[in-house]
Nanobody, 130 residues
């Protein structure tokens, strides 16, 4: 079983930045593919970003939703068992609950499908408003 705990959400003005963190426990972190999803009120949960780790080549692979490309950056620190989402140039439409997720598949292409993720955090609220 994998436990995921998000932190770093809050209220920020348009154009501002936030960094979300997700601490994982219960399984070797480097064996997990990690993702961030978000859900706005009245909308379905959607993919934001994902990252995998190819241990043999020590290479990260990341992918993003079109709506956040160039503004958000996903990263992971395998030594700290943590995945991050740096969010810059935030817009009101980025307002949502952000969820961290994990899939027991470390390598390969970053997973964009919500249904493939086996483990989820409780979510952290991000509000972008003046």
């Amino acid at each position: 079983q994998v436990q995921l705990v998000e932190s770093g959400g809050g209220l920020v003005q348009p154009g501002g930045s936030l960094r979300l963190s997700c601490a994982a426990s219960g399984r070797t972190f480097s064996s997990l593919g990690m993702g961030w999803f978000r859900q706005a009120p009245g909308k379905e949960r959607e993919f934001v970003a994902a990252i995998t780790w190819a241990g043999n080549s020590r290479t990260y692979y990341a992918d993003y939703a079109d709506s956040v490309k160039g503004r958000f950056t996903i990263s992971r620190d395998n030594a700290r068992n943590t995945v991050y989402l740096q969010m810059n140039s935030l817009k009101p439409e980025d307002t949502a609950v952000y969820y961290c997720a994990a899939v027991a598949r470390p390598g390969g292409a970053p997973e964009k499908s919500l249904s493939e993720y086996q483990y989820w955090g409780q979510g952290t609220q991000v509000t972008v408003s003046a």
